[in-house]
């Protein structure tokens, strides 16, 4: 979707007089030096300054981030795979405000498109978030499947040149990424009793990896399973913890050098307790998020949906169990996920 057409995307629906507060969007160009270039959208809501104000500003001053996060946003807009990313931005006010940022290119320019989340969130219809999240995974679900089968079977002509091939290939990495979005939306919403049985742990992780094999593939990133000697089983329910613990494996591996291998132990923890263990040496956890962290969209540390670690702690909480993470010592961070016996 070109600039041109976002903009009018946004007009059409505040024709229609819907939501103003489920509309909110800012949209933002940047120069390789980091300098905004164009602001259109409702700029003054989301951002706390009129367009006149934001051109030519450096854009971790727009955004309210470190320069560095800045570049880091920079880079992954100009990977041009309309990565989502999370930020709490410090506008002046005195809370920070998470914002979700599309990225990608446009016109050649690196650029985001801007949501408010505290707005959308605010002005949606007086239900649970979880009822709406669950509603919303089963009204998607249904058209995607379409699209993947349509995919899947232009995949199959013998036909295809190279750059054909290689459209196919992203257009099917993407609905795979969709698919986890919706798992997370519908895992996030769902408010049945897991049904818990014994399982051993190892089986669980494996099984949750082959759910991400050809992302973890593309990456060359391996998967390696440290488990002491003798583990009793945990009490999980696989249906609904592999989805949300193959996004965190995912995560993890997004944030590695291509070629390296994901380490995940097992470990006894207390009494009937059993350990999970991964460290994620791309993350950072800044002291300002850690009340947040397992919020929905609360952290960098999610990832993707920004709900992966919020799933994850409703299903690890739903079985009796508990997920923590600290900073290590070393550049990174580490999550532990406790299971009961």
Request: proline share 6%; no cysteine.
């Amino acid at each position: 979707m070109t600039w041109g057409q976002r903009g009018t995307l946004v007009g059409m629906f505040q024709a229609h007089q819907m939501n103003t507060h489920l509309l909110q969007a800012a949209m933002l160009a940047w120069t390789p030096s980091l300098r905004v270039t164009r602001a259109e959208g409702d700029l003054s809501s989301i951002l706390r300054r009129p367009a006149g104000a934001l051109l030519e500003q450096p854009l971790h001053e727009v955004l309210g981030v470190s320069p560095k996060r800045a570049r880091e946003l920079d880079a992954r807009a100009r990977e041009d795979r309309r990565a989502v990313e999370f930020i709490s931005a410090n506008l002046g006010g005195e809370d920070a405000s998470p914002l979700r940022l599309s990225l990608g290119l446009d016109d050649g320019e690196a650029s985001a498109t801007v949501l408010d989340l505290n707005a959308m969130l605010d002005g949606a219809p007086p239900v649970q978030i979880s009822r709406l999240s669950s509603s919303l995974s089963h009204e998607i679900r249904n058209p995607l499947s379409s699209v993947k089968m349509a995919v899947q079977t232009l995949a199959r002509n013998t036909g295809l040149n190279d750059r054909d091939k290689r459209r196919l290939t992203i257009a099917n990495r993407e609905i795979r990424t969709m698919e986890r979005m919706l798992w997370l939306l519908s895992e996030y919403g769902r408010d049945t009793t897991p049904k818990l049985d014994a399982h051993p742990l190892r089986g669980v992780v494996q099984e949750a990896t082959e759910m991400v094999a050809p992302e973890l593939a593309e990456r060359r990133v391996e998967v390696r399973v440290d488990e002491e000697p003798d583990l009793p089983r945990v009490r999980v329910d696989p249906t609904r913890l592999r989805p949300v613990l193959a996004q965190v494996l995912l995560n993890v591996a997004m944030g590695q050098a291509e070629g390296s291998p994901m380490e995940v132990a097992l470990r006894r923890g207390g009494p009937h307790q059993v350990m999970m263990v991964l460290h994620d040496p791309a993350a950072a956890l800044p002291p300002e998020e850690n009340g947040s962290l397992f919020e929905p969209f609360g952290s960098r540390l999610a990832r993707g949906a920004g709900l992966s670690l919020a799933a994850l702690r409703r299903v690890m909480t739903g079985v009796g169990g508990d997920v923590a993470a600290r900073g290590s010592a070393e550049p990174g961070v580490v999550l532990t996920l406790t299971f009961a016996t």
